[in-house]
């Protein structure tokens, strides 16, 4: 390996998304720098959380059928039986929710749960009240998605926090992604929802620290849920 090949591989990518972000705090740093000195400084350092925050690194996702996967850097704020939105279309009978908080510090890029085919994606706009708060989910502006992957529906739900105020989603309805997949991000600050089966067995716990891609939220196979009821399409 070259000497060029380590020192990249060292570095973290960035996600596209950032670098319109990162190439105005350039120029505004240069610009304020050239009236006042100090503030480019000042520029210099916020155009680097800029970058830190848009790093999207790569993930190994663990490739066993029937796991669940963090869709989100961040820590469990929230596990237990909750009704999903209503614009998911999953029913008005409660699944089970996993919440992850990402705060201003994590990496921001999501990624999917599961492995299926994206049968329905809804957007709701909403207030932007402290993501942490279980009232977030009801109230907050919010994009979710519906992956469908055998008789099996799993929802996760994209929701602005106090600070964020943009919602990205890369993919479509019909789309199929794998498990760890990207398929969006948060600007600057937020939660992920993750709706299972009620009767799923969560194998996290709140203020467990999770990593998108890698960490494994509950097996769909688990012995213990084997009887519950499953979401089906209707």
């Given at each position: 390996m070259s000497l060029v090949d380590s020192v990249t591989r060292a570095f973290v990518p960035i996600h596209r998304e950032g670098w319109p972000f990162i190439a105005i705090g350039l120029v505004a740093s240069v610009v304020l720098g050239w009236f006042v000195g100090p503030l480019f400084w000042i520029g210099l350092i916020l155009t680097g959380w800029v970058t830190y925050f848009f790093r999207?690194?790569?993930?190994?996702t663990p490739v066993t059928e029937g796991l669940v996967i963090s869709p989100a850097d961040g820590v469990v704020?929230?596990?237990g039986p909750a009704?999903?939105?209503?614009e998911l279309d999953l029913g008005a009978e409660p699944m089970m929710r996993v919440s992850v908080f990402?705060?201003?510090?994590?990496c921001h890029v999501n990624r999917a749960p599961i492995g299926g085919?994206?049968?329905r994606i809804a957007y709701r706009a909403g207030r932007f009240i402290n993501a942490e708060l279980d009232k977030a989910s009801e109230?907050?502006?919010?994009n979710g998605l519906v992956i469908e992957s055998g008789d099996t529906r799993i929802g996760v739900v994209q929701i602005a926090g106090l600070v964020a105020r943009r919602i990205v989603c890369f993919v479509r309805e019909g789309e199929n992604v794998a498990?760890?997949?990207r398929f969006g991000l948060i600007r600057f600050g937020s939660r992920l929802d993750v709706y299972m089966p009620?009767?799923?067995?969560?194998?996290v716990a709140i203020g467990q620290t999770m990593i998108a891609g890698e960490t494994v939220l509950a097996d769909l196979r688990d012995e213990r849920a084997v009887g519950q009821p499953l979401t089906r399409m209707s």
């Open positions: 999207d690194p790569p993930r190994v704020s929230q596990v009704r999903p939105p209503a990402m705060n201003v510090f994590n085919r994206i049968v109230h907050n502006e919010r498990t760890g997949e009620i009767g799923t067995v969560p194998r």
